[in-house]
């Protein structure tokens, strides 16, 4: 089993950063990929970024390309979110997510495992 502890969350004004991480703990050695991805109030989960654990390759959505940064520290099995120029449509609750198997990372349905999800607050 593998454990995901995300931390980071927070109210923030329009344009102000926030740094979203992500502990995974158990059985990470076959991880392929960890993302991020979000869920507003009635709409659906949608992927925001990911990166892949050995390449280090990295993926947006396009809504965030310039403004998020997604890393990890392998070390510390860690991941993190940089997000900048925050915007009001970024609020959402931010859930990390590891997919073991190779492939595409930005589907919802390839993730194996989940965390409880960390709330982001954007004031406009």
């Known amino acids: 089993q593998v454990q995901l502890v995300e931390s980071g969350g927070g109210l923030v004004q329009a344009g102000g950063s926030l740094r979203l991480s992500c502990a995974a703990s158990?059985?990470?050695?076959?991880?392929?990929?960890m993302g991020w991805f979000r869920q507003a109030p009635g709409k659906e989960r949608e992927f925001v970024a990911a990166i892949t654990w050995s390449g280090g390759n990295t993926y947006y959505t396009d809504s965030v390309k310039g403004r998020f940064t997604i890393s990890r520290d392998n070390a510390k099995n860690t991941v993190h979110l940089q997000m900048n120029s925050l915007k009001a449509e970024d609020t959402a609750v931010y859930y990390c997510?590891?997919?073991?198997?190779?492939?595409?990372?930005?589907?919802?349905?390839?993730?194996?495992?989940w965390g409880q999800g960390t709330q982001v607050t954007v004031s406009s």
């Open positions: 997510a590891i997919k073991r198997g190779s492939g595409r990372v930005a589907s919802v349905r390839e993730y194996d495992y």
């Open positions: 158990g059985r990470t050695f076959s991880t392929y990929a």
